[in-house]
């Protein structure tokens, strides 16, 4: 069964950045879309972006544009979601997970849906504070 594995995250100063990354077990990741999302404390996890099998098409949460980019390296099975521009808002534990749909969508907001998504990693926290 394909595995995701997060990391990157950390304790960051607001304004920095952090480059997260989902890596697979294997190169069947590479076929399918992938989601991120994340989760605040007290909160829902909430959709952030995803990209299609070809890294050609992107989606993007409309809260989300501008200070999130997505991207993937299909050779290193892996997923990136450069995040720029930090706050405390974006305190949470953020993931990834695989669509496993031949049609993609995403909710009206242009969040993926986290109903779509399978094959969740463990996480990876990022907290952001001075």
């Known amino acids: 069964q394909l595995q995701l594995v997060e990391s990157g995250g950390g304790l960051v100063q607001p304004g920095g950045s952090l480059r997260l990354s989902c890596e697979a077990s294997?190169?069947?990741?590479?076929?399918?879309?992938v989601g991120w999302f994340r989760q605040a404390p007290g909160k829902e996890r909430e959709g952030i972006s995803c990209?299609?099998?070809?890294?050609?098409?992107?989606n993007y949460a409309d809260a989300m544009k501008g200070r999130f980019t997505i991207s993937r390296d299909h050779p290193k099975n892996t997923v990136y979601l450069q995040i720029n521009s930090l706050e405390p808002e974006d305190t949470g534990v953020y993931y990834c997970?695989?669509?496993?749909?031949?049609?993609?969508?995403?909710?009206?907001?242009?969040?993926?849906?986290?109903?779509?998504?399978?094959?969740w990693g463990q996480g990876t926290q990022v907290t952001v504070s001075s």
């Open positions: 997970a695989v669509n496993l749909k031949v049609q993609i969508t995403t909710m009206t907001t242009g969040a993926p849906d986290l109903y779509d998504y399978d094959n």
């Open positions: 990209i299609r099998a070809s890294g050609g098409n992107t």
């Open positions: 294997d190169s069947t990741l590479n076929h399918y879309a």
